[in-house]
């Protein structure tokens, strides 16, 4: 990752994090850009940028400034730029005592979701960009996953609604019951039975980025692989059709970090809240549902707390966030008077992965 930004002429730093739950998080920032104007400089405003599911913070960056990665951008424009890696994924899979690897620790470091992701590394890691710059505030911008962990940070967390100038949810992932991805769709009735099966097969890491696959994805996926079409087809059938915004050049780069590994749990919750309909926290089963919350079910998180400066941004060809469920999200937020607003991308064909892939990612 330090590699792939120095190489473009960018200063990169790294940093290591640790949460209240011994996790370790790497994070990466490159705290100015190379445009005219944008060189080192006191107190600059801070973005902390978040990936979404199965990502990583090579998201923000591996296209390149050329082609307008946010990560480029926002350091040329003059920001601080700080990208987050959740725990589990390729650049924080550690933790100060358990060994995601071990057989006798393995399920203890991997029994999270992205509710964990939310109270435990989201709050560290701001803190650390806080402590570390000597700001109070800063912007925010979360992609996917990273939307849902704001939405949970500032609902059980109230405290860190005052630490966000603004906020940024980009393709915002709080109620699904209307995704059209045919991957969710799939699995979200079988939901109940795969949790069972894969907590008995000790399946508990989800799409681990390996030397394996990174290879495969970058061979396969070249300009003049002959199935370099089913790579982008099996992105689509994930986020929404949009070849014309997809610049398939840079498939081989985004595949060689990408999927860049998870808990199952993840997976499981987000089936969970496909098939419930709720944005509401784990789903144990009635009865250990009754030890844990006190319910048989597991309760909705308030997005009546959230007071921080939040923007949604949408579109109509995302198979994830569909405008329905973003509405319903909206309606909820709409009554905190500091809420920004939902904005529509213009472009009908925008799908869930433009945000970071599109050829014309201003739209």
Same mark, same amino acid.
């Given at each position: 990752?330090?590699?792939?930004?120095?190489?473009?002429?960018?200063?990169?730093?790294?940093?290591?994090?640790?949460?209240?739950?011994?996790?370790?998080?790497?994070?990466?920032?490159?705290? =100015?850009?190379?445009?005219?104007?944008?060189?080192?400089?006191?107190?600059?405003?801070?973005?902390?940028?978040?990936?979404?599911?199965?990502?990583?913070?090579?998201?923000?960056?591996?296209?390149?400034?050329?082609?307008?990665?946010?990560?480029?951008?926002?350091?040329?424009?003059?920001?601080?730029?700080?990208?987050?890696?959740?725990?589990?994924?390729?650049?924080?899979?550690?933790?100060?005592?358990?060994?995601?690897?071990?057989?006798?620790? &393995?399920?203890?470091?991997?029994?999270?979701?992205?509710?964990?992701?939310?109270?435990?590394?989201?709050?560290?890691?701001?803190?650390?960009?806080?402590?570390?710059?000597?700001?109070?505030?800063?912007?925010?911008?979360?992609?996917?996953?990273?939307?849902?962990?704001?939405?949970?940070?500032?609902?059980?967390?109230?405290?860190?609604?005052?630490?966000?100038?603004?906020?940024?949810?980009?393709?915002?992932?709080?109620?699904?019951?209307?995704?059209?991805?045919?991957?969710?769709?799939?699995?979200?009735?079988?939901?109940?039975?795969?949790?069972?099966?894969?907590?008995?097969?000790?399946?508990?890491?989800?799409?681990?980025?390996?030397?394996?696959?990174?290879?495969?994805? =970058?061979?396969?996926?070249?300009?003049?692989?002959?199935?370099?079409?089913?790579?982008?087809?099996?992105?689509?059938?994930?986020?929404?059709?949009?070849?014309?915004?997809?610049?398939?050049?840079?498939?081989?780069?985004?595949?060689?970090?990408?999927?860049?590994?998870?808990?199952?749990?993840?997976?499981?919750?987000?089936?969970?809240?496909?098939?419930?309909? &709720?944005?509401?926290?784990?789903?144990?089963?009635?009865?250990?549902?009754?030890?844990?919350?006190?319910?048989?079910?597991?309760?909705?998180?308030?997005?009546?707390?959230?007071?921080?400066?939040?923007?949604?941004?949408?579109?109509?060809?995302?198979?994830?966030?569909?405008?329905?469920?973003?509405?319903?999200?909206?309606?909820?937020?709409?009554?905190?008077?500091?809420?920004?607003?939902?904005?529509?991308?213009?472009?009908?064909?925008?799908?869930?992965?433009?945000?970071?892939?599109?050829?014309?990612?201003?739209?």
């Amino acid at each position: 990752m330090t590699e792939m930004i120095s190489s473009k002429g960018y200063p990169v730093e790294s940093h290591v994090v640790e949460t209240e739950d011994g996790y370790l998080l790497t994070m990466h920032r490159i705290p =100015y850009g190379v445009a005219n104007g944008s060189g080192p400089a006191p107190n600059k405003s801070v973005v902390f940028l978040q990936h979404g599911f199965l990502s990583s913070s090579a998201d923000w960056v591996v296209i390149g400034p050329d082609n307008n990665a946010l990560g480029y951008l926002l350091a040329d424009a003059g920001y601080d730029v700080w990208m987050g890696n959740a725990r589990g994924n390729t650049w924080s899979r550690k933790h100060i005592t358990l060994d995601p690897d071990n057989p006798l620790t &393995r399920q203890k470091f991997w029994n999270f979701s992205w509710h964990e992701i939310a109270i435990y590394d989201i709050p560290a890691m701001i803190d650390f960009i806080l402590n570390t710059t000597g700001l109070t505030k800063l912007h925010y911008a979360g992609h996917s996953q990273g939307t849902t962990v704001l939405f949970i940070l500032c609902s059980l967390k109230p405290e860190y609604n005052e630490k966000f100038i603004s906020a940024h949810a980009l393709a915002p992932v709080a109620y699904m019951s209307h995704v059209k991805s045919p991957f969710f769709q799939a699995f979200a009735p079988i939901n109940f039975p795969l949790s069972t099966l894969t907590t008995l097969l000790g399946v508990d890491e989800f799409a681990p980025s390996t030397t394996a696959f990174q290879l495969g994805g =970058y061979a396969a996926c070249q300009d003049e692989s002959p199935v370099q079409g089913l790579c982008s087809n099996i992105l689509f059938l994930m986020s929404g059709f949009d070849p014309p915004q997809l610049n398939q050049t840079i498939l081989p780069a985004f595949l060689a970090n990408y999927p860049a590994g998870s808990a199952t749990k993840q997976f499981i919750h987000y089936l969970q809240l496909v098939n419930s309909g &709720r944005f509401c926290q784990y789903d144990y089963g009635a009865v250990q549902n009754l030890l844990k919350y006190g319910s048989s079910t597991p309760p909705d998180y308030y997005l009546g707390q959230i007071t921080a400066p939040i923007a949604l941004h949408y579109s109509a060809n995302d198979w994830l966030s569909a405008i329905v469920d973003v509405m319903q999200l909206e309606s909820e937020l709409s009554n905190n008077t500091n809420f920004i607003g939902a904005f529509h991308v213009p472009y009908e064909d925008f799908n869930h992965m433009d945000y970071l892939l599109a050829i014309d990612v201003k739209l």
